[in-house]
């Protein structure tokens, strides 16, 4: 995949499936079928507009602002988002339901680290997801630093050069998951642990599921975590750490709507997830995505056009505590429904507003991460990326991180793909070249926080992204075909679009 920019008019994709997913016999490929694709995507990507969708954002806004600031998985404002979602589907006249389950949900309720001597001052802070919690008040206690090697912190044995009772363990990044290293902090002794990035920015991570925390644990950055360790080459350091974390079962509901008509065995989807972090109202993550899929499910439902095939949407929760919407979805699925998906499209941070135009990289060709996707996910990155050549709009490739809901469609063999404006990866300056912004700056500098509000869109990006959903619809709605064509590996520079490492959901980090 090359960052590109063509001049050619528009031309919708003529999409379809991979051979073990492919269009059942006599589907979507007449030349009726090409009309009505070319004629509905034209009509979409025409008709549904980010001004119009900006209206689905201010609604969000308004659900976060009068609930406690956030729409999170199993929260008032998600319960509220979701209502909101399903009303104006039902208005549209599709088929709506909900699909209810049981998750863990956490919110943070501290979070704080202060070095108390020799020399006083702040450091920030993050809980990890599943951390056990310090008393109110938290624990005051000398800092020991765990010695650096491959496997930082991972084994008994990297204890052994000090006396961590009652400690709090100082404990760099990489070689094995989180919980790992605090597990054998805990074996050690030590009251509590601190773990520094390897890389550039805070450290959001995750102990991966519940009851897996043994010690209060938090994430800190690189460079706080190696000023630590400056300061404890000079003598002892004495902190104050506190870290509190509520966590319970709860019931949250995916929101998910077709169209009445359609041919089952050639069901496409497009989802979404609808809810935000408990740090702030989410209006980028993931309400971008999920305000530009809900207007063109609106602008379809408007159109003269019957689709003759199935189209869904789906908006999806607790994406944030590790894409259990869409887990529980796929899971759902008898072996005859997975079998009547044609394909998943992905929208996620569709309007970051330092951002890059990414392509997810379904044929894996730009070497970056994991492999490719299932087969037929290279022909929609290749079609969304002839949409967007056809528009003049660059772009470039982005690794199948698992990082958002793509990941159970692709575990059972889904072709997979999607578009994504980045989080918290920097953009590079050949980058800010390609695409304006800044350089060295976060891709949205708001990411997980309460800044991502209105004021943190990019409305340039949310009307690109918004009608390549608008045409992919329109050309899926009828003909499925494009997915059977070859594609020629097309590699660019390639990226993760965000932080890297392994992830149990949308910026959760479990390990190096």
Request: contains cysteine; charged residues 20%.
């Amino acid at each position: 995949m090359a960052v590109v920019a063509a001049t050619a008019l528009a031309t919708p994709l003529l999409l379809g499936a991979a051979p073990s997913h492919g269009p059942s016999h006599g589907s979507g490929h007449s030349k009726g079928a090409l009309k009505e694709a070319v004629k509905l995507s034209r009509e979409l990507v025409k008709n549904a507009s980010a001004r119009d969708a900006y209206r689905h954002l201010q609604q969000f806004q308004a659900i976060a602002d009068s609930a406690d600031g956030h729409r999170a998985a199993g929260s008032l404002g998600h319960d509220a988002s979701a209502a909101y979602v399903y009303r104006q589907l039902q208005r549209s006249g599709y088929q709506v339901s909900y699909q209810t389950f049981r998750f863990p949900y956490t919110e943070t309720l501290a979070e704080k680290l202060a070095v108390v001597s020799p020399t006083p001052r702040d450091v920030t802070i993050k809980a990890m997801t599943y951390t056990p919690s310090t008393r109110v008040g938290g624990l005051t206690a000398g800092l020991v630093n765990v010695p650096v090697d491959d496997t930082s912190g991972c084994e008994a044995s990297d204890y052994a050069s000090a006396n961590f009772t009652g400690k709090i363990a100082l404990i760099k990044r990489g070689g094995c998951p989180f919980a790992d290293k605090q597990a054998a902090a805990a074996e050690a002794g030590a009251a509590g642990a601190v773990i520094y990035n390897n890389t550039e920015g805070l450290l959001s991570g995750t102990l991966g599921e519940v009851g897996a925390g043994r010690i209060p644990t938090g994430g800190v950055s690189q460079e706080e975590g190696e000023q630590l360790v400056a300061d404890l080459a000079g003598g002892e350091v004495t902190v104050s750490f506190e870290v509190r974390q509520l966590q319970e079962e709860r019931t949250t509901r995916n929101v998910i709507a077709e169209t009445r008509g359609g041919k089952a065995a050639n069901t496409v989807v497009l989802g979404a997830h609808l809810d935000s972090v408990t740090e702030g109202p989410g209006i980028n993550d993931n309400g971008s995505g999920s305000a530009g899929l809900l207007e063109v499910a609106q602008e379809l439902a408007k159109s003269k056009s019957k689709p003759a095939n199935k189209v869904r949407f789906a908006w999806w929760s607790a994406e944030e505590n590790g894409l259990l919407g869409s887990e529980a979805y796929v899971a759902g699925l008898s072996e005859k429904q997975r079998q009547q998906i044609k394909l998943y499209l992905n929208f996620d941070m569709i309007a970051s507003p330092n951002g890059v135009q990414f392509v997810y990289d379904g044929d894996d060709s730009d070497g970056v991460g994991a492999g490719p996707g299932p087969e037929g996910s290279a022909q929609l990155e290749r079609d969304i990326n002839k949409f967007l050549d056809s528009k003049g709009k660059k772009h470039e490739g982005t690794d199948f991180t698992g990082r958002s809901d793509y990941g159970p469609f692709i575990e059972v063999g889904i072709p997979s793909g999607g578009t994504f404006t980045g989080a918290e990866g920097i953009k590079t300056a050949a980058q800010a070249r390609t695409y304006g912004g800044q350089a060295d700056v976060a891709y949205d500098p708001c990411y997980h926080a309460a800044c991502d509000d209105l004021s943190n869109i990019s409305m340039r990006h949310f009307d690109v992204n918004i009608d390549v959903i608008a045409n992919a619809v329109g050309t899926y709605a009828h003909d499925l075909r494009s997915l059977t064509r070859p594609v020629k590996p097309d590699p660019s520079t390639g990226t993760p679009g965000s932080g890297g490492g392994l992830h149990d959901g949308h910026g959760h980090e479990v390990t190096e």
